[in-house]
C-alpha cells in the first residue's frame, strides 16, 4: 500500500491540454498515470486568479481572504504561524519532507535541516538552501530568474555556469540534461526564435536535482514545481489552438513558428513524469500526485510589439525622493517590482504613487504589501506609443523614471490566461471515466494528503468555505 506522496505541481495546466497530449503520446507517462489514476477536476475559487495566490490557498487549506498572500516576497511571519504550509504542518508532525521550488517555499526555514532536502522558489532573495552541495544549483538558478523575465535574456553567467558544472555529478545533473542543454544553446544561434525555450531547462535542471534529492532522502513528502509548461501557454496557445479566437491577428508565420511549443513543453513534462512513475515502480510505498492550482483557457489572439516594463526602480525612487540605501528591492515577477521601504510603511511616498500616470493608459497600480513592502504593477502594457510619464503636472520621459517600452522577442501578448478549473491525478487509483471526474475545491487538497500521514487537518481547514468534504482512500 502507497504510504508516501511525491505532489508534482505542474502549473496551470488544464485538463484540455492534458488530453489532447495523451491523445498525441498514447503511450507517454501521463497516458500511463491517466489509466489507472483516481482523477479529480480542482477549483480555484480566488477573486484574482494568480499563482502567487492560488499556490498558498491548495498549500494551506485556506484561500486568499484569510491566508492574505497576494505576491511574491511578503513578510510571511504571522501567515505562516497562523495558516501554515503543508510542508510545515507535516514536519512538525514528525513526517521526513523534502521541498523543490513549491510556490513561497522562500526563504527556507532557520533549520532547513529539519528537512530531507529544501531547495526554495526561484523567487528567493538568497541562494540559502539545504543541502548546501545543492547551492551552486540555486545560484544559477535564482540568476535566471532574474535575467530572464518577458523576454529571455540571451547572458549567461559562465562564473554560475562553472560552478554549476563543477557541482554537477554530486547534485545529480545526468549528462544527457547537459548535452540536451548545450544542443538548445546551439540551437539558439541557427534558430533565434528558439531562446524562449531556454526557460524550461530551468526546470529540467531542477527536476535532476529534485530527483537525487528524492532518491537519496526519499522523505515521505515531497513537492516539485514547474511552471514551464504554463509560461509556455500564456504565449503560444493561439498558435496551439487557432481556432479558439473569433478574431485572430497572429498570423500564418508565428503560428507555424510557434505551432509545436505546447507540444514540447509537455514532452518534458511528460518525461520528468516518467521518471517518477519508474520510481515509484521500484519504490510502490510511493505514489505520485499530479496537481494544478488552477489552469489557462484563451483570450485574444494579437500581435504586440512592445510591453512597458519598470526596469530602473533605483531610477524610479530616486524620482520620487526615496534616499538611496533606504530601500531593498525583492525579486518579482515581471512587469511587477517589489521594494521594502528601511522605515516601513510611508504615507508621503504613497501619495506620489498615486499621482503618477503612464501616458494615455491611467493611473500606475501600486499596492502596500504589509511590513513597508510595496509592489508596483504597471500592468500588461501593449504597444504604447506615446512613452511618456505624468507626474504633479510634468511630462517626463520614460527613461527619466526608470521605464521602458521593451521590444516583445516573442510578438504576441497573453493568448491565455487563468481560469477557475485546474486538475488532480493520484497514481493509486483504479481509473476512471472522465464523466466519473468529480470536482474538488483546490482547499481541499491539503487536508487530504494530511489524511493521508494521520495528521489531523487544523480546524480553520475543515471548515474553509468552498471545502466540498471529499476523502480519498488511502
Known amino acids: 500500500m502507497s504510504n508516501k506522496v511525491i505532489l508534482f505541481e505542474l502549473n496551470e495546466v488544464p485538463w484540455r491540454v492534458l488530453e489532447d497530449h495523451m491523445a498525441?503520446?498514447?503511450?507517454?507517462?501521463?497516458?500511463?498515470?491517466?489509466?489507472?489514476?483516481?482523477?479529480?477536476?480542482?477549483?480555484?475559487?480566488?477573486?484574482?486568479?494568480?499563482?502567487?495566490?492560488?499556490?498558498?490557498?491548495?498549500?494551506?487549506?485556506?484561500?486568499?481572504?484569510?491566508?492574505?498572500?497576494?505576491?511574491?516576497?511578503?513578510?510571511?511571519?504571522?501567515?505562516?504561524?497562523?495558516?501554515?504550509?503543508?510542508?510545515?504542518?507535516?514536519?512538525?508532525?514528525?513526517?521526513?519532507v523534502g521541498v523543490c521550488g513549491s510556490v513561497h517555499s522562500n526563504p527556507c526555514p532557520p533549520d532547513p535541516g529539519a528537512y530531507s532536502f529544501y531547495i526554495p522558489d526561484p523567487f528567493a532573495r538568497e541562494s540559502r538552501c539545504h543541502p548546501e552541495e545543492v547551492v551552486p544549483f540555486q545560484d544559477f538558478n535564482l540568476a535566471m530568474s532574474r535575467q530572464s523575465a518577458r523576454n529571455v535574456s540571451s547572458r549567461i553567467d559562465w562564473p554560475k555556469v562553472a560552478a554549476l558544472l563543477g557541482s554537477g555529478p554530486k547534485i545529480g545533473l545526468r549528462p544527457g540534461t547537459l548535452a540536451d542543454l548545450g544542443r538548445q544553446l546551439v540551437d539558439e544561434r541557427l534558430r533565434k526564435w528558439t531562446r524562449v525555450r531556454r526557460r524550461t531547462y530551468q526546470s529540467v535542471l531542477a527536476f535532476d536535482v529534485f530527483l537525487t534529492q528524492l532518491q537519496k532522502t526519499r522523505p515521505?513528502?515531497?513537492?516539485?514545481?514547474?511552471?514551464?509548461?504554463?509560461?509556455?501557454?500564456?504565449?503560444?496557445?493561439?498558435?496551439?489552438?487557432?481556432?479558439?479566437?473569433?478574431?485572430?491577428?497572429?498570423?500564418?508565420?508565428?503560428?507555424?513558428?510557434?505551432?509545436?511549443?505546447?507540444?514540447?513543453?509537455?514532452?518534458?513534462?511528460?518525461?520528468?513524469?516518467?521518471?517518477?512513475?519508474?520510481?515509484?515502480?521500484?519504490?510502490?510505498?510511493?505514489?505520485?500526485?499530479?496537481?494544478?492550482?488552477?489552469?489557462?483557457?484563451?483570450?485574444?489572439?494579437?500581435?504586440?510589439?512592445?510591453?512597458?516594463?519598470?526596469?530602473e526602480l533605483a531610477t524610479f525612487l530616486g524620482r520620487l525622493g526615496v534616499e538611496e540605501g533606504t530601500w531593498d528591492e525583492r525579486p518579482a515577477m515581471a512587469p511587477r517590482a517589489i521594494f521594502a521601504l528601511e522605515g516601513g510603511r510611508d504615507p508621503e511616498l504613497e501619495r506620489k504613487l498615486g499621482g503618477i500616470e503612464i501616458s494615455d493608459r491611467g493611473a500606475l497600480g501600486w499596492d502596500h504589501l504589509g511590513a513597508g513592502v510595496y509592489r508596483i504593477h504597471p500592468g500588461v502594457q501593449k504597444d504604447v506609443i506615446d512613452s511618456t510619464i505624468f507626474f504633479e503636472g510634468s511630462a517626463h520621459t520614460f527613461e527619466e523614471f526608470g521605464f521602458a517600452n521593451l521590444l516583445l522577442e516573442d510578438q504576441v501578448g497573453q493568448t491565455a490566461y487563468h481560469v477557475p478549473e485546474g486538475l488532480l491525478l493520484i497514481s493509486n487509483g483504479a481509473g476512471v471515466r472522465r464523466a466519473e471526474r468529480p470536482r474538488i475545491s483546490t482547499l481541499e487538497i491539503a487536508p487530504m494528503i494530511l489524511q493521508r500521514f494521520g495528521v489531523t487537518a487544523p480546524d480553520y481547514m475543515l471548515t474553509a468555505p468552498g471545502r466540498l468534504q471529499v476523502t480519498v482512500a488511502a
Not at 480566488?46 to 511574491?72: K, Q
Not at 489552438?241 to 498570423?251: H, L, R, T
Open 24 to 96: 498525441e503520446r498514447p503511450r507517454g507517462a501521463f497516458s500511463q498515470l491517466y489509466s489507472r489514476a483516481t482523477q479529480f477536476e480542482t477549483w480555484a475559487g480566488e477573486r484574482e486568479l494568480s499563482p502567487w495566490i492560488t499556490w498558498p490557498s491548495l498549500h494551506r487549506g485556506v484561500a486568499e481572504d484569510r491566508h492574505t498572500i497576494t505576491d511574491f516576497n511578503q513578510d510571511l511571519t504571522e501567515i505562516d504561524a497562523a495558516y501554515p504550509s503543508i510542508w510545515e504542518l507535516l514536519s512538525r508532525a514528525g513526517v521526513p
Open 220 to 311: 515521505c513528502f515531497s513537492t516539485f514545481f514547474t511552471n514551464h509548461v504554463a509560461s509556455t501557454l500564456h504565449r503560444f496557445w493561439a498558435a496551439h489552438y487557432p481556432g479558439d479566437y473569433q478574431d485572430f491577428e497572429c498570423g500564418f508565420d508565428w503560428v507555424q513558428t510557434y505551432r509545436h511549443e505546447v507540444r514540447w513543453v509537455m514532452d518534458r513534462a511528460d518525461a520528468m513524469l516518467g521518471r517518477l512513475l519508474s520510481f515509484t515502480e521500484r519504490n510502490p510505498d510511493y505514489e505520485v500526485w499530479v496537481t494544478t492550482s488552477m489552469g489557462q483557457e484563451a483570450t485574444e489572439a494579437r500581435r504586440a510589439n512592445s510591453q512597458v516594463y519598470l526596469r
